[in-house]
């Protein structure tokens, strides 16, 4: 079991920045892929950007060059820096990490946080 701590969500004007981050608690699985989806009212839960454990990214087109993720491998954290930010970007924000575990690290398993509010007024 892994357990993730979000932190970072908040009121913003248009035009500011936010840096959300999620803590994975230590655990005997392997980290893989770490990555931010965001939830606006009414509408499915999207992908916002990922990475790899690696340091490969991976970002909507409607967040490229306005928003940056990162990782800590030994703080086992993922971070998302939020600039630029419009009032489309109100939604809550859910942290998810992959993990590989068992033998050979076949096995693979999903987690997600319980979500930041992120809310960006004109």
């Known amino acids: 079991q892994v357990q993730l701590v979000e932190s970072g969500g908040g009121l913003v004007q248009a035009g500011g920045s936010l840096t959300l981050s999620c803590a994975a608690s230590?655990?005997?699985?392997?980290?893989?892929?770490m990555g931010w989806y965001r939830q606006a009212p009414g509408k499915q839960r999207d992908l916002v950007a990922s990475?790899?454990?690696?340091?490969?990214?991976n970002y909507a087109d409607s967040v490229k060059g306005r928003f940056t993720i990162s990782r800590d491998n030994a703080k086992n954290t993922v971070y998302l820096q939020m600039n630029s930010l419009q009032t489309e970007d109100t939604a809550v924000y859910y942290c998810?990490?992959?993990?590989?575990?068992?033998?050979?690290?076949?096995?693979?398993?999903?987690?997600w946080g319980q979500g930041t509010q992120v809310t960006v007024s004109s």
């Open positions: 990475i790899t454990r690696g340091g490969r990214t």
């Open positions: 230590r655990s005997i699985f392997t980290i893989n892929t």
């Open positions: 998810n990490v992959g993990v590989d575990y068992g033998p050979g690290l076949a096995l693979k398993a999903n987690y």
